[in-house]
Protein backbone atom coordinates (compact mmCIF):
# COMPACT_ATOMS: atom_id res chain seq x y z
CA UNK A 1 0.00 0.00 0.00
CA UNK A 2 1.34 3.57 -0.85
CA UNK A 3 1.99 6.46 1.32
CA UNK A 4 -1.24 7.95 -0.95
CA UNK A 5 -3.64 5.34 -0.38
CA UNK A 6 -2.90 4.31 3.42
CA UNK A 7 -2.81 8.19 4.32
CA UNK A 8 -6.85 8.41 2.49
CA UNK A 9 -7.91 4.93 4.25
CA UNK A 10 -6.94 4.85 7.92
CA UNK A 11 -9.98 5.83 9.77
CA UNK A 12 -9.28 6.25 13.69
CA UNK A 13 -10.95 7.87 16.71
CA UNK A 14 -8.90 11.29 17.80
CA UNK A 15 -10.06 12.08 20.53
CA UNK A 16 -7.96 13.54 23.06
CA UNK A 17 -8.63 10.72 25.51
CA UNK A 18 -9.13 8.07 23.05
CA UNK A 19 -7.49 4.49 23.05
CA UNK A 20 -5.01 5.03 20.25
CA UNK A 21 -3.54 8.08 22.06
CA UNK A 22 -3.57 6.00 25.53
CA UNK A 23 -1.68 3.21 23.36
CA UNK A 24 0.67 5.66 21.58
CA UNK A 25 1.52 7.69 24.84
CA UNK A 26 2.64 4.30 26.83
CA UNK A 27 4.28 3.26 23.66
CA UNK A 28 6.56 6.55 23.87
CA UNK A 29 7.03 6.12 28.27
CA UNK A 30 8.57 2.61 26.83
CA UNK A 31 10.44 3.38 24.06
CA UNK A 32 12.34 6.19 26.71
CA UNK A 33 13.23 4.12 29.16
CA UNK A 34 14.19 1.67 26.63
CA UNK A 35 16.59 3.71 25.02
CA UNK A 36 17.84 5.21 28.45
CA UNK A 37 16.44 8.73 27.09
CA UNK A 38 14.53 11.33 29.38
CA UNK A 39 11.54 12.91 27.34
CA UNK A 40 11.72 16.49 27.58
CA UNK A 41 8.77 19.24 26.43
CA UNK A 42 5.28 18.52 24.98
CA UNK A 43 4.23 15.90 22.97
CA UNK A 44 3.06 16.01 19.52
CA UNK A 45 0.54 14.03 17.79
CA UNK A 46 0.73 13.30 14.25
CA UNK A 47 -1.77 13.06 11.72
CA UNK A 48 -5.36 11.48 12.96
CA UNK A 49 -3.29 10.14 15.61
CA UNK A 50 -0.71 7.81 13.29
CA UNK A 51 2.17 8.88 15.42
CA UNK A 52 3.37 10.61 18.88
CA UNK A 53 6.68 12.58 19.02
CA UNK A 54 8.40 14.36 21.53
CA UNK A 55 12.24 15.85 22.06
CA UNK A 56 14.34 13.64 24.66
CA UNK A 57 18.29 13.99 25.86
CA UNK A 58 20.15 11.36 25.92
CA UNK A 59 23.77 12.23 27.90
CA UNK A 60 24.98 15.50 26.18
CA UNK A 61 22.56 14.81 22.99
CA UNK A 62 19.15 16.77 22.65
CA UNK A 63 17.21 14.19 19.95
CA UNK A 64 13.70 13.32 18.56
CA UNK A 65 12.20 10.08 19.56
CA UNK A 66 9.20 9.57 17.10
CA UNK A 67 6.30 6.84 17.49
CA UNK A 68 4.05 5.26 14.87
CA UNK A 69 1.87 2.38 14.53
CA UNK A 70 -0.38 0.40 12.15
CA UNK A 71 -2.18 -2.54 11.49
CA UNK A 72 0.58 -5.47 11.57
CA UNK A 73 -0.33 -6.30 7.68
CA UNK A 74 0.70 -2.65 6.61
CA UNK A 75 3.78 -2.76 8.41
CA UNK A 76 6.21 -3.03 5.77
CA UNK A 77 7.12 -1.36 2.41
CA UNK A 78 8.74 2.15 1.47
CA UNK A 79 6.32 4.01 3.71
CA UNK A 80 7.07 2.68 6.88
CA UNK A 81 11.35 2.96 6.31
CA UNK A 82 10.67 6.18 5.25
CA UNK A 83 12.50 8.47 7.51
CA UNK A 84 15.76 5.98 7.68
CA UNK A 85 15.61 5.30 3.66
CA UNK A 86 15.74 9.67 3.74
CA UNK A 87 19.69 9.32 4.69
CA UNK A 88 20.50 8.63 1.00
CA UNK A 89 19.69 12.13 0.29
CA UNK A 90 22.36 14.27 0.72
CA UNK A 91 22.90 17.80 0.98
CA UNK A 92 19.02 18.77 2.68
CA UNK A 93 18.91 19.89 6.21
CA UNK A 94 16.86 17.31 7.47
CA UNK A 95 17.00 15.09 10.74
CA UNK A 96 19.03 11.99 10.66
CA UNK A 97 17.44 8.64 11.82
CA UNK A 98 20.14 7.19 14.81
CA UNK A 99 18.17 3.64 15.75
CA UNK A 100 14.64 2.32 15.20
CA UNK A 101 13.27 -1.06 16.92
CA UNK A 102 9.59 -2.25 16.09
CA UNK A 103 7.55 -4.03 18.72
CA UNK A 104 4.20 -6.10 18.29
CA UNK A 105 0.93 -4.96 19.77
CA UNK A 106 -1.44 -7.60 19.40
CA UNK A 107 -2.94 -6.54 15.87
CA UNK A 108 -0.49 -3.80 15.39
CA UNK A 109 2.95 -2.92 15.15
CA UNK A 110 5.12 0.26 16.56
CA UNK A 111 8.35 1.69 15.51
CA UNK A 112 10.27 3.90 17.44
CA UNK A 113 12.47 5.82 15.83
CA UNK A 114 15.49 8.31 17.39
CA UNK A 115 16.92 10.59 15.21
CA UNK A 116 18.00 14.47 15.58
CA UNK A 117 16.56 16.96 16.24
CA UNK A 118 15.30 19.08 13.13
CA UNK A 119 16.40 22.71 13.12
CA UNK A 120 14.27 25.44 13.16
CA UNK A 121 10.54 25.96 14.06
CA UNK A 122 7.38 24.82 11.78
CA UNK A 123 6.64 27.76 9.60
CA UNK A 124 2.90 26.46 10.11
CA UNK A 125 1.00 25.00 12.76
CA UNK A 126 -1.19 23.32 10.26
CA UNK A 127 -0.61 21.81 6.81
CA UNK A 128 -2.68 24.27 4.80
CA UNK A 129 -1.42 28.17 5.25
CA UNK A 130 -3.34 30.09 6.77
CA UNK A 131 -1.36 33.61 7.10
CA UNK A 132 1.64 34.69 5.29
CA UNK A 133 4.39 32.50 6.32
CA UNK A 134 7.60 34.58 8.01
CA UNK A 135 10.24 33.79 5.50
CA UNK A 136 12.73 35.48 3.64
CA UNK A 137 14.52 35.00 0.08
CA UNK A 138 17.38 32.79 1.48
CA UNK A 139 14.18 30.42 3.18
CA UNK A 140 13.07 30.21 -0.42
CA UNK A 141 16.30 29.31 -1.69
CA UNK A 142 16.77 26.83 0.40
CA UNK A 143 14.11 25.23 -0.74
CA UNK A 144 14.70 25.22 -4.12
CA UNK A 145 18.17 23.64 -3.44
CA UNK A 146 16.79 21.49 -1.10
CA UNK A 147 14.29 20.41 -3.67
CA UNK A 148 16.74 20.01 -7.04
CA UNK A 149 19.19 17.66 -4.51
CA UNK A 150 15.62 15.47 -3.19
CA UNK A 151 15.16 15.36 -7.28
CA UNK A 152 18.65 13.91 -8.25
CA UNK A 153 18.36 11.07 -6.07
CA UNK A 154 18.28 7.34 -7.08
CA UNK A 155 15.40 5.65 -5.72
CA UNK A 156 13.18 2.74 -6.07
CA UNK A 157 11.03 3.84 -3.35
CA UNK A 158 7.35 5.10 -4.55
CA UNK A 159 5.75 8.37 -3.38
CA UNK A 160 2.83 8.75 -6.22
CA UNK A 161 1.01 5.93 -7.69
CA UNK A 162 0.44 6.23 -11.63
CA UNK A 163 -2.78 4.15 -11.38
CA UNK A 164 -4.00 6.26 -8.70
CA UNK A 165 -3.13 9.26 -10.30
CA UNK A 166 -5.32 8.55 -13.82
CA UNK A 167 -7.85 7.00 -11.67
CA UNK A 168 -8.45 9.69 -8.60
CA UNK A 169 -8.37 13.10 -11.54
CA UNK A 170 -10.62 10.94 -14.09
CA UNK A 171 -12.94 10.82 -11.28
CA UNK A 172 -12.67 14.29 -9.62
CA UNK A 173 -12.23 16.15 -13.47
CA UNK A 174 -13.22 13.42 -16.15
CA UNK A 175 -11.78 10.97 -18.52
CA UNK A 176 -11.06 13.59 -20.65
CA UNK A 177 -7.93 14.97 -19.37
CA UNK A 178 -4.54 13.47 -19.94
CA UNK A 179 -2.70 12.35 -16.90
CA UNK A 180 0.03 10.09 -18.36
CA UNK A 181 3.21 11.39 -16.85
CA UNK A 182 6.41 11.43 -18.34
CA UNK A 183 8.81 12.45 -16.17
CA UNK A 184 9.27 10.65 -12.38
CA UNK A 185 11.48 12.45 -9.98
CA UNK A 186 12.67 11.43 -5.98
CA UNK A 187 10.38 13.68 -3.93
CA UNK A 188 9.23 14.81 0.16
CA UNK A 189 6.19 13.64 -1.03
CA UNK A 190 4.73 15.40 1.86
CA UNK A 191 5.45 18.62 1.15
CA UNK A 192 3.41 20.99 3.08
CA UNK A 193 3.84 24.03 5.71
CA UNK A 194 4.00 21.98 8.78
CA UNK A 195 6.94 19.86 7.57
CA UNK A 196 8.42 22.99 6.60
CA UNK A 197 11.07 24.62 9.16
CA UNK A 198 12.54 28.40 9.35
CA UNK A 199 15.31 29.68 11.19
CA UNK A 200 16.85 27.92 10.41
CA UNK A 201 15.72 26.27 7.15
CA UNK A 202 14.68 22.13 7.27
CA UNK A 203 12.72 19.89 6.10
CA UNK A 204 11.07 17.08 8.30
CA UNK A 205 8.87 13.54 8.12
CA UNK A 206 10.46 11.87 5.29
CA UNK A 207 7.68 9.00 5.56
CA UNK A 208 6.51 9.59 2.28
CA UNK A 209 9.11 10.18 -0.09
CA UNK A 210 9.77 8.63 -3.21
CA UNK A 211 9.02 8.86 -6.98
CA UNK A 212 6.53 11.30 -7.79
CA UNK A 213 5.67 13.67 -11.14
CA UNK A 214 7.79 16.00 -11.89
CA UNK A 215 7.30 19.70 -9.88
CA UNK A 216 4.43 17.03 -7.23
CA UNK A 217 6.54 18.94 -4.05
CA UNK A 218 5.96 22.30 -5.69
CA UNK A 219 2.46 21.29 -6.49
CA UNK A 220 1.56 20.06 -2.58
CA UNK A 221 3.12 23.25 -1.43
CA UNK A 222 1.11 25.19 -3.98
CA UNK A 223 -2.03 23.71 -3.47
CA UNK A 224 -1.96 23.98 0.64
CA UNK A 225 -1.33 27.87 -0.16
CA UNK A 226 -4.30 28.14 -2.13
CA UNK A 227 -6.43 30.31 0.56
CA UNK A 228 -3.34 33.29 0.49
CA UNK A 229 -3.16 33.79 -2.96
CA UNK A 230 -0.19 35.78 -2.65
CA UNK A 231 1.73 32.76 -1.36
CA UNK A 232 0.53 30.51 -4.20
CA UNK A 233 1.40 33.35 -6.54
CA UNK A 234 4.55 33.39 -4.97
CA UNK A 235 5.27 29.77 -5.53
CA UNK A 236 3.47 29.56 -9.16
CA UNK A 237 6.51 32.37 -10.12
CA UNK A 238 9.35 30.83 -7.86
CA UNK A 239 8.75 26.96 -9.48
CA UNK A 240 7.20 28.16 -12.75
CA UNK A 241 9.90 25.69 -14.70
CA UNK A 242 8.34 22.37 -13.16
CA UNK A 243 4.87 23.68 -11.93
CA UNK A 244 4.33 24.77 -15.84
CA UNK A 245 5.06 21.41 -17.49
CA UNK A 246 2.69 18.78 -18.48
CA UNK A 247 3.49 16.94 -15.42
CA UNK A 248 3.47 19.97 -12.84
CA UNK A 249 -0.24 20.76 -14.25
CA UNK A 250 -1.11 17.15 -13.45
CA UNK A 251 0.45 16.93 -10.34
CA UNK A 252 -1.42 19.99 -9.08
CA UNK A 253 -4.47 17.99 -9.91
CA UNK A 254 -3.60 15.04 -8.26
CA UNK A 255 -2.90 17.14 -5.10
CA UNK A 256 -6.19 19.29 -5.60
CA UNK A 257 -7.81 15.64 -5.56
CA UNK A 258 -5.88 14.74 -2.48
CA UNK A 259 -7.24 18.16 -0.72
CA UNK A 260 -10.91 17.67 -2.11
CA UNK A 261 -10.54 14.34 -0.38
CA UNK A 262 -10.17 15.65 3.36
CA UNK A 263 -12.30 18.50 2.87
CA UNK A 264 -15.10 15.92 2.37
CA UNK A 265 -14.69 14.33 6.01
CA UNK A 266 -14.22 17.73 7.51
CA UNK A 267 -10.57 19.07 6.75
CA UNK A 268 -10.00 22.52 5.59
CA UNK A 269 -13.27 23.65 4.68
CA UNK A 270 -11.64 27.44 3.79
CA UNK A 271 -9.71 25.65 0.78
CA UNK A 272 -12.86 24.03 -0.87
CA UNK A 273 -13.54 27.12 -3.17
CA UNK A 274 -9.78 28.37 -3.85
CA UNK A 275 -9.56 24.50 -4.73
CA UNK A 276 -12.15 24.85 -7.25
CA UNK A 277 -11.48 27.74 -8.81
CA UNK A 278 -7.81 26.64 -9.51
CA UNK A 279 -8.73 23.57 -10.93
CA UNK A 280 -10.91 25.66 -13.51
CA UNK A 281 -7.67 27.64 -14.15
CA UNK A 282 -5.56 24.59 -14.59
CA UNK A 283 -8.20 22.33 -16.90
CA UNK A 284 -8.60 25.09 -19.10
CA UNK A 285 -5.05 24.59 -20.48
CA UNK A 286 -4.84 22.73 -24.32
CA UNK A 287 -2.23 20.29 -23.07
CA UNK A 288 -4.60 18.42 -20.85
CA UNK A 289 -6.29 17.40 -23.62
CA UNK A 290 -4.19 16.95 -26.73
CA UNK A 291 -2.46 14.13 -27.47
CA UNK A 292 0.70 14.05 -25.98
CA UNK A 293 3.36 14.42 -28.46
CA UNK A 294 1.20 18.45 -29.28
CA UNK A 295 1.77 21.31 -26.76
CA UNK A 296 3.43 19.67 -23.88
CA UNK A 297 5.98 21.28 -22.40
CA UNK A 298 9.57 19.29 -21.93
Same mark, same amino acid.
Request: aromatic letters at 8%.
Given at each position: ???????????????????????????????? #????? !??????????????????????????? @???????????????????????????????? /? &?? /?? #???????? /??? #???? &???????????? &???? $?????????? @??????????? !???????? $??? /??????????????????????????????????? $??????????? !?????????? &???? !??????????????????? #??????????????? @?????????? $??????????????????????????????
Amino acid at each position: MTPDALRDEIEIETAPESEVRRMLRHALTRSV #EELGA !SAVGEVVFGWRDRSIGCAVTRGDQRLW @LRVVWSRAEWARGHWWTGNRDAGEIRSVAKPT /V &LE /VS #ERGEGPTV /VRA #ELMT &LAAGVPVSPTPE &LRAA $PVVDDAWWSD @LRHSLQMVSRT !STTRTAVD $PVG /VRRRIAVFFGREVRTDVRRWRASHGDLHWNNLHAA $PFSIVDWEAWG !SAPRGYDAAF &LLCH !SLAIPEVAEEIARRFRHDL #ETYDGVVSQLYVLTK @LLTRADGGEH $PELVAPIHRHADRLLGRPSLTRPLTQGVTP
